[in-house]
């Protein structure tokens, strides 16, 4: 048995979708604010996760994957990386 997968053609972004909007609650309005603003994306979404408050260990660790993944590809890449 196998399958193949097509699509999406033409895909140039990322969809504006209500599940989207519970993750990013804020935008960085200038790009040196794209730092802060996935600090606060990332320790509110962990903190739900792991229900318990982050330390600076969880946090680094959140931050470095966010880094890696903004090199990439920008501000949301980096917190899609950093979730993943």
Do not use: C, W
């Not at 946090?59 to 890449?77: D, P, S």
């Amino acid at each position: 048995m196998s399958f193949e997968v097509l699509g999406p053609y033409d895909k140039t972004g990322f969809e504006n979708l209500s599940s989207r909007d519970k993750i990013f609650k804020s935008y960085p309005a200038i790009p040196d604010a794209e730092e802060e603003v996935a600090r606060n994306i990332l320790s509110n979404l962990a903190r739900l996760a792991d229900r318990r408050p982050l330390n600076d260990r969880d946090m680094k660790t959140l931050n470095a994957f966010y880094e890696i993944g903004h090199e990439e590809g920008g501000f949301e890449a980096g917190i899609q990386f950093a979730l993943e």
